[in-house]
């Protein structure tokens, strides 16, 4: 919600005409439907009229027909909340972003799909004296991938007696159920980016994460424990060091070079935290298997994941050749009244999105492993 002077009022008031056109008629700015009650009485609502001169938006009060149910404090404490659940549970969402992977959609809600293109690579290049010499030409190809931008949402709702009796206290409303609706909604978001949930498919597209995407690259490594959950003693944690190499390997093999990150299930923080040489010729060091690993040439980083299911790694490439996070509108909440206005209904939603990448020959910077048994795709599809 902008920051505005509650004098700041237009006489205009914003009409009550259908989401959709709501949403066309301001740019998608869904500040329009966060309606709140000033001192005075007036209902009003804050929304983007512009840029100010050194290019921060610019915001302004208008009047609405309909009375508003919450003060500007109850959405102050709603955005508050909504922020704090969502970044606990966003942790590999917003490592992308923090990569610089995030990529803006302006105004997705107007939208159902992006539609964007791969190419074929060029071909290698000329070395010669003086240019004149003629490279190889190249004739680029094309192919156009779709990708549907569906709404992540919870819903909830409060009476207008639960919110009176919060008004005779002069006490904000109970949030809880917001908080917890925004974890909910961070969860999906996070769970959709690592793929483990089944991906999202609406008419020729689809959102995969790193886990189901198709072009990614898989393998199986060695499982450290027997089937009764004990440590196998001929497992020894160079083995685990030697099948991520491997997996750099595949990736550089495919073109894609690093950074990595790995993302793994919470069972191998046992193991990863373990000394290094634990079991080894006797020897035990206070290097831990993690920290040894990170010794590892593009390797930037190695992250539990609880999203994760059991015995689950992921390395992936933190770079826009591989994966961006899609921004087409961050975790808000918005709300509207029912029943004469004896309900005020909540949806805290977003469009918070995976977008995979692959080359034109289907070269992906991800490394999905699991341990022990192989990879059906059924399995691969929903691990």
């Not at 301001?26 to 209902?43: A, E, H, I, M």
């Not at 793929?195 to 499982?223: K, M, Q, W």
Request: a negative charge; one cysteine or more.
């Amino acid at each position: 919600m902008g920051t505005v002077a509650i004098s700041n009022v237009s006489a205009t008031p914003v009409k009550n005409n259908n989401v959709i056109d709501m949403i066309n008629a301001y740019g998608g700015d869904v500040g329009v439907f966060r309606p709140f009650r000033l001192p005075d009485g007036r209902s009003v609502v804050t929304h983007r009229v512009g840029t100010n001169p050194d290019g921060t938006p610019k915001f302004a009060n208008q009047l609405i027909t309909n009375a508003a149910t919450l003060r500007r404090e109850d959405w102050l404490q709603v955005d508050a909340t909504v922020v704090r659940a969502a970044t606990r549970r966003l942790r590999f969402f917003n490592d992308l972003r923090a990569n610089g992977l995030g990529v803006d959609l302006p105004n997705a809600l107007a939208k159902s799909a992006w539609q964007y293109e791969r190419q074929s690579n060029i071909s290698e290049a000329t070395v010669s004296m003086d240019g004149v010499r003629r490279s190889d030409a190249s004739r680029l190809l094309y192919d156009a991938e779709t990708m549907p931008l569906p709404l992540i949402h919870c819903d909830l709702s409060f009476s207008a007696r639960e919110i009176a009796i919060s008004r005779s206290g002069d006490s904000p409303i109970d949030i809880s159920a917001v908080a917890e609706a925004s974890e909910r909604v961070a969860e999906k978001v996070e769970r959709m980016a690592l793929g483990v949930d089944p991906e999202f498919v609406a008419g020729s597209g689809a959102v995969y994460g790193v886990c189901n995407y198709p072009h990614r690259l898989t393998r199986i490594f060695t499982n450290p424990w027997n089937a009764d959950g004990s440590r196998d003693t001929s497992w020894q944690p160079g083995i685990l060091q030697r099948e991520i190499l491997d997996a750099r390997r595949s990736l550089n093999d495919h073109r894609h070079y690093g950074p990595f990150v790995i993302y793994h299930s919470p069972d191998f923080d046992e193991i990863l935290d373990d000394d290094y040489n634990i079991n080894f010729n006797g020897l035990s060091t206070a290097l831990t298997l993690r920290e040894r690993l990170l010794k590892i040439d593009q390797l930037q980083g190695i992250k539990t994941s609880e999203f994760l299911p059991y015995g689950t790694f992921v390395m992936v490439e933190m770079s826009p050749s591989t994966i961006q996070a899609v921004n087409g509108m961050d975790i808000t909440t918005i709300q509207w009244q029912t029943e004469g206005g004896f309900e005020s209904h909540f949806k805290v939603m977003c469009i918070l999105l995976p977008r995979m990448k692959s080359d034109f020959n289907g070269n992906c910077g991800v490394l999905h492993a699991r341990l022990g048994t192989s990879l059906s795709d059924d399995e691969a599809a929903n691990p």
